[in-house]
């Protein structure tokens, strides 16, 4: 340390001190960043240690009233032991009942609970499975204001804030006690200790499961649908259940996997969706559930597949289970839209259609940009836009005169209903404009659905 660093140093922690009393801890915190590998409470005690050894030097020479009030006042105000052995040999009286202005709350030092801060942790945490930790803390308001006003005084610009310094040494003391590993990026659970009304609170993180559905009975929304006319309150419309649909896909995987993992609630997040009407067969549509507050973070995935299947009773089936993390869930909802999904339609057409109409309409409904307006069935429940959809392969077969099969491989998102019907001229073009007839999807499945790579990590 240069002379220039170390005098200011001591000047400031010397003008610091006759005015107010501070803990090793405390002092140490406001120069955090003139050092490192070291403690704040090191480094306080470093402080102090040199400015005892000037008093010292006073004391050996003939200015030893000068020695004598350094010695007073790091005994007292500085509460330093060393110090205070020293008056004691001296007979010198100082006044031992001083607080850290820093650090004391209702008389005592925030750092002196640390002890039965970290148990109340780990009560607080019984019954919950978890591997890694965060500490969090709410500072005392009235401790910040004391920290500021010294800092803005004295010119303090090398402090760490007390929150940072109290987070990493409850982040210390737990990790003995509990041994768990402290994490920053992912922890599973956050501990949050409040100073002024000396509470812990424990946050337990969600957990992510990834996996695939397949719909195999018509009639069942992805979620919860509530009753038009009573939302959810029960009438006599909806026979007092509140429910326009009995069930969805997301509780027949939800509630399953809810109880096993002991958890508060959940959400499914699925990229995209299929109408009520429409089957998801294949290899499924992938999703990611999300278990807020789970007391098992680790479950047994061929355990919830079996529950889930077994709950479901052949209307739905999960396959893929595996962990994975927040990101995930985001990303395959970003994915949907570019997504390259098939379908399977049965189409009924207005007119008797030949097979030659079938092969044109293949070919100009192949390898096409359509654009479609938002659908008059969703209008209600959607933004109104016009939305450029890439139609990559269009296959026609004939079933009987009025009556086709047809396959479509879409880009993601893309309506196929409406791409069938035209609906009204908002999709165009569309199987009925090509055909020169109204052609109606008298039953739709999703047969594929080709995403990105799975991101485990992002």
């Given at each position: 340390?240069?002379?220039?660093?170390?005098?200011?140093?001591?000047?400031?922690?010397?003008l610091m001190l006759e005015e107010y009393s501070l803990c090793d801890y405390c002092l140490g915190r406001q120069f955090a960043w003139l050092g490192t590998d070291t403690t704040n409470q090191e480094r306080g005690k470093a402080i102090l240690s040199v400015l005892l050894m000037e008093a010292e030097l006073s004391l050996k020479g003939e200015d030893t009233s000068t020695g004598l009030a350094l010695v007073k006042l790091l005994a007292e105000n500085a509460m330093y032991i060393p110090a205070q052995?020293?008056?004691?040999?001296?007979?010198?009286?100082?006044?031992?009942?001083?607080?850290?202005?820093?650090?004391?709350?209702?008389?005592?030092?925030?750092?002196?609970?640390?002890?039965?801060?970290?148990?109340?942790?780990?009560?607080?945490?019984?019954?919950?499975?978890?591997?890694?930790?965060?500490?969090?803390?709410?500072?005392?308001?009235?401790?910040?204001?004391?920290?500021?006003?010294?800092?803005?005084?004295?010119?303090?610009?090398?402090?760490?804030?007390?929150?940072?310094?109290?987070?990493?040494?409850?982040?210390?003391?737990?990790?003995?006690?509990?041994?768990?590993?402290?994490?920053?990026?992912?922890?599973?659970?956050?501990?949050?200790?409040?100073?002024?009304?000396?509470?812990?609170?424990?946050?337990?993180?969600?957990?992510?499961?990834?996996?695939?559905?397949?719909?195999?009975?018509?009639?069942?929304?992805?979620?919860?649908?509530?009753?038009?006319?009573?939302?959810?309150?029960?009438?006599?419309?909806?026979?007092?259940?509140?429910?326009?649909?009995?069930?969805?896909?997301?509780?027949?995987?939800?509630?399953?996997?809810?109880?096993?993992?002991?958890?508060?609630?959940?959400?499914?997040?699925?990229?995209?969706?299929?109408?009520?009407?429409?089957?998801?067969?294949?290899?499924?549509?992938?999703?990611?559930?999300?278990?807020?507050?789970?007391?098992?973070?680790?479950?047994?995935?061929?355990?919830?597949?079996?529950?889930?299947?077994?709950?479901?009773?052949?209307?739905?089936?999960?396959?893929?289970?595996?962990?994975?993390?927040?990101?995930?869930?985001?990303?395959?909802?970003?994915?949907?839209?570019?997504?390259?999904?098939?379908?399977?339609?049965?189409?009924?057409?207005?007119?008797?259609?030949?097979?030659?109409?079938?092969?044109?309409?293949?070919?100009?409904?192949?390898?096409?940009?359509?654009?479609?307006?938002?659908?008059?069935?969703?209008?209600?429940?959607?933004?109104?836009?016009?939305?450029?959809?890439?139609?990559?392969?269009?296959?026609?077969?004939?079933?009987?005169?009025?009556?086709?099969?047809?396959?479509?491989?879409?880009?993601?998102?893309?309506?196929?209903?409406?791409?069938?019907?035209?609906?009204?001229?908002?999709?165009?073009?569309?199987?009925?404009?090509?055909?020169?007839?109204?052609?109606?999807?008298?039953?739709?499945?999703?047969?594929?659905?080709?995403?990105?790579?799975?991101?485990?990590?992002?």
């Amino acid at each position: 340390m240069s002379n220039r660093i170390s005098t200011e140093l001591l000047e400031k922690t010397m003008l610091m001190l006759e005015e107010y009393s501070l803990c090793d801890y405390c002092l140490g915190r406001q120069f955090a960043w003139l050092g490192t590998d070291t403690t704040n409470q090191e480094r306080g005690k470093a402080i102090l240690s040199v400015l005892l050894m000037e008093a010292e030097l006073s004391l050996k020479g003939e200015d030893t009233s000068t020695g004598l009030a350094l010695v007073k006042l790091l005994a007292e105000n500085a509460m330093y032991i060393p110090a205070q052995k020293i008056a004691a040999r001296r007979s010198l009286e100082v006044n031992l009942e001083k607080t850290c202005h820093l650090c004391t709350i209702a008389g005592s030092s925030v750092f002196g609970r640390l002890g039965d801060i970290v148990q109340k942790m780990k009560e607080e945490s019984q019954g919950v499975e978890y591997q890694t930790f965060l500490v969090g803390t709410t500072p005392d308001p009235e401790l910040v204001d004391r920290e500021d006003e010294l800092r803005g005084k004295h010119s303090i610009l090398y402090g760490e804030s007390l929150k940072s310094q109290y987070n990493r040494e409850l982040g210390k003391e737990l990790s003995k006690i509990i041994e768990k590993q402290v994490e920053f990026e992912r922890p599973d659970v956050v501990f949050v200790y409040d100073m002024k009304k000396d509470t812990v609170e424990i946050q337990i993180n969600p957990v992510f499961i990834y996996g695939r559905y397949k719909k195999l009975v018509r009639g069942i929304p992805q979620s919860r649908w509530d009753c038009n006319d009573c939302h959810g309150k029960g009438c006599s419309q909806c026979g007092g259940t509140g429910r326009k649909y009995p069930d969805s896909i997301s509780e027949y995987i939800g509630i399953p996997v809810q109880k096993l993992m002991k958890g508060s609630r959940f959400k499914v997040h699925a990229a995209g969706r299929e109408d009520v009407d429409v089957l998801m067969l294949g290899t499924g549509r992938p999703f990611v559930l999300e278990i807020s507050k789970p007391m098992i973070r680790t479950p047994d995935l061929g355990e919830l597949e079996r529950a889930i299947n077994s709950e479901a009773n052949g209307k739905i089936e999960v396959m893929n289970l595996e962990l994975t993390v927040r990101e995930r869930a985001q990303t395959i909802k970003s994915e949907a839209s570019e997504n390259v999904k098939e379908y399977l339609a049965q189409i009924q057409i207005e007119e008797t259609v030949t097979e030659d109409e079938l092969k044109k309409a293949e070919e100009k409904l192949t390898d096409i940009q359509i654009k479609q307006r938002t659908p008059t069935r969703v209008s209600h429940r959607r933004s109104d836009l016009i939305r450029d959809k890439q139609i990559l392969q269009v296959k026609l077969t004939r079933i009987s005169e009025n009556l086709v099969e047809g396959f479509f491989k879409v880009q993601g998102g893309t309506y196929i209903k409406e791409l069938i019907s035209g609906d009204d001229g908002r999709t165009t073009p569309s199987l009925s404009s090509v055909l020169g007839r109204q052609c109606i999807c008298n039953e739709l499945n999703v047969i594929a659905i080709y995403g990105h790579s799975p991101h485990h990590n992002a």
